[in-house]
């Protein structure tokens, strides 16, 4: 694809006329009706809170998606099944999700008309997607973030048994000076829980039983404070590069993103 062209023709061309004139909607409508001043500053609220300003996008792309796609509906209520289709489309590339990503997914499949959401939550999405952009920011932070808190936090300690686990795979690393970092901090751990964690390589931290997450999570307080502080630190980037490419699947297209100090996404608009 030659540079600055955003939507790919011929495979816009497979799919149909609808499909098609729909995509470039959504495109043009998001960039109208989105204020990304509100994206900067809500990164800006979560970081306040000790966490990767990449969890807030991860919720809020894909509720400003959604309202879009609202918006669109407004004007063209004939769009709703070409954009229904594209975000089945979507929803169905994803994987892997952390908890936090997960708990953002089930508002698209709740507006897909497929989900469990809560009521009180259901209610706050509607109210989110009748708003304009300043009022949809309020109702996420009021009425939304409250109970997403707790899936970041869910992520964040799931995300620390993953480290271990990428670790135990002895994958190569650029930074060869980090990967003895991280094999020196695994073999602090009590050889048994070594040796399940070499055992259980080949799966994801989630699919690891409860109590043996909470036993490693409970021997890293026992590690001297700098080793704590540097696995913090590779968790804190970790959970930025997750978010990242979960994030792309929601951001419009003619959107540059430029990764700052501390994981802020900075948004510019392509010429």
């Known amino acids: 694809m030659p540079k600055g062209v955003v939507f790919n023709a011929l495979e816009l061309s497979k799919k149909s006329k609808d499909y098609a004139i729909n995509s470039v909607r959504h495109e043009i409508y998001y960039l109208l009706h ?7 500053l809500g990164q800006r609220e979560v970081f306040k809170f000790g ?3 990449t969890v807030f996008l991860v919720l809020y792309s894909l509720l400003e998606s959604l309202r879009v796609d609202e918006e669109i509906l407004r004007s063209h209520p ?5 954009l229904k289709q594209r975000w089945e489309e979507i929803l169905k ?5 952390y908890p936090h990503q997960g708990f953002a997914v089930e508002f698209a499949r709740a507006w897909l ?6 009521r009180e939550l259901y209610r706050s999405l509607q109210q989110y997607l009748q708003s304009k952009s300043k009022d949809a920011y309020e109702v996420l932070m009021g009425e939304i973030f409250g109970r997403y808190r707790a899936y970041i936090e869910q992520a964040q300690r799931l995300n620390y048994i993953d480290l271990f686990l990428e670790e135990a795979k002895g994958r190569v690393r650029k930074d060869a000076h980090k990967g003895r970092i991280m094999t020196d901090i695994l073999k602090k751990l009590p050889e048994s829980l070594q040796t399940v964690i070499q055992n259980s390589k080949e799966l994801r931290a989630e699919e690891i039983p409860e109590d043996i997450r909470e036993k490693v999570l409970a021997h890293l307080k026992n590690l001297p404070e700098w080793m704590r502080d540097y696995i913090k630190q590779m968790s804190y980037l970790d959970m930025v590069e997750r978010d990242l490419r979960f994030i792309t699947n929601f951001l419009p297209k003619t959107l540059e993103t430029d990764l700052e100090h501390k994981g802020f996404l900075l948004f510019l608009i392509k010429p």
């Open 51 to 53: 966490y990767p300003p």
């Open 34 to 40: 989105t204020d990304l001043f509100l994206w900067r």
């Open 113 to 118: 008309g497929s989900s469990g959401l809560s």
């Open 93 to 97: 590339n994803l994987r892997d999700l």
């Open 78 to 82: 004939s769009s709703e099944g070409a």
